[in-house]
């Protein structure tokens, strides 16, 4: 497992103005909480913290933290996780950073990021897509053991075919926490338009059941009405001739 190492600096000032002259001077505010001891206010660099951000899966990583407590000693190092990372909402820019202390002696859990390697047959020569279930497996082990990552080569993989837990071989020193049933990669069928069946010859014209049993009806009644008038109208005749 790689170790990374980040320069900090202890935090005297904690008041909201002084947090924005800190972001500004190009420091990130942080804090480290450990087991039974009081958390530390510290500073960490913008600038390296992202470059770690960009070159690794930051929150599965142990952070050698090199606090320089005073000019005249060697900084303290601390083994530490990323407990969480606060993103400005506007800007997604990272404004505070909280981190774990942990003994790299016991066994932590922790969430590794899943990889897929090479194109599956499925993609390639049967025009299907790779849906990626999960992207994080949950594991425990000893800090030093945490896998960078888990690769799974696809390239075989046809449409239908599924990737589980349980069928992924991890090192023999990591426990897996996850479902073992669990479905981390599949390929699935490309999806079809549906097709609208052209009408049959004179079915386009075809009135729906009920409206054409209401036009009949209408019509029957309008059939009503004219007999009506000619009656009216003929002894209407008969008075006059009368």
């Given at each position: 497992?790689?170790?990374?190492?980040?320069?900090?600096?202890?935090?005297?000032?904690?008041?909201?103005?002084?947090?924005?002259?800190?972001?500004?001077?190009?420091?990130?505010?942080?804090?480290?909480?450990?087991?039974?001891?009081?958390?530390?206010?510290?500073?960490?660099?913008?600038?390296?913290?992202?470059?770690?951000?960009?070159?690794?899966?930051?929150?599965?990583?142990?952070?050698?933290?090199?606090?320089?407590?005073?000019?005249?000693?060697?900084?303290?190092?601390?083994?530490?996780?990323?407990?969480?990372?606060?993103?400005?909402?506007?800007?997604?820019?990272?404004?505070?950073?909280?981190?774990?202390?942990?003994?790299?002696?016991?066994?932590?859990?922790?969430?590794?990021?899943?990889?897929?390697?090479?194109?599956?047959?499925?993609?390639?020569?049967?025009?299907?897509?790779?849906?990626?279930?999960?992207?994080?497996?949950?594991?425990?082990?000893?800090?030093?053991?945490?896998?960078?990552?888990?690769?799974?080569?696809?390239?075989?993989?046809?449409?239908?075919?599924?990737?589980?837990?349980?069928?992924?071989?991890?090192?023999?020193?990591?426990?897996?926490?996850?479902?073992?049933?669990?479905?981390?990669?599949?390929?699935?069928?490309?999806?079809?338009?549906?097709?609208?069946?052209?009408l049959a010859e004179g079915e386009g014209s075809q009135?729906?059941?009920?409206?054409?049993?209401?036009?009949?009806?209408?019509?029957?009644?309008?059939?009503?009405?004219?007999?009506?008038?000619?009656?009216?109208?003929?002894?209407?005749?008969?008075?006059?001739?009368?």
């Amino acid at each position: 497992m790689d170790e990374i190492l980040l320069d900090a600096q202890p935090r005297k000032d904690l008041g909201g103005g002084k947090l924005k002259d800190l972001r500004r001077n190009g420091f990130v505010p942080a804090v480290v909480y450990s087991a039974g001891k009081k958390s530390q206010a510290i500073q960490v660099s913008h600038r390296e913290l992202m470059r770690l951000i960009h070159h690794y899966h930051i929150e599965s990583v142990v952070i050698n933290l090199n606090i320089k407590e005073n000019k005249d000693k060697d900084p303290k190092a601390k083994s530490c996780l990323i407990k969480e990372i606060q993103y400005n909402p506007v800007s997604d820019d990272v404004i505070h950073v909280d981190f774990n202390e942990i003994s790299l002696t016991k066994a932590i859990k922790v969430n590794v990021a899943v990889v897929a390697n090479g194109e599956p047959i499925g993609v390639k020569q049967e025009g299907g897509s790779l849906e990626h279930i999960l992207w994080e497996i949950e594991i425990e082990c000893l800090p030093r053991d945490i896998p960078k990552e888990i690769p799974i080569d696809v390239s075989q993989m046809k449409i239908g075919d599924a990737i589980h837990i349980k069928d992924i071989v991890f090192p023999a020193n990591v426990k897996v926490l996850a479902d073992p049933e669990a479905i981390v990669l599949t390929v699935i069928a490309p999806i079809k338009e549906e097709e609208v069946a052209p009408l049959a010859e004179g079915e386009g014209s075809q009135e729906p059941e009920v409206i054409r049993e209401k036009k009949e009806a209408a019509e029957g009644e309008e059939g009503t009405q004219e007999k009506k008038e000619e009656k009216k109208e003929k002894k209407e005749e008969k008075k006059e001739k009368g």
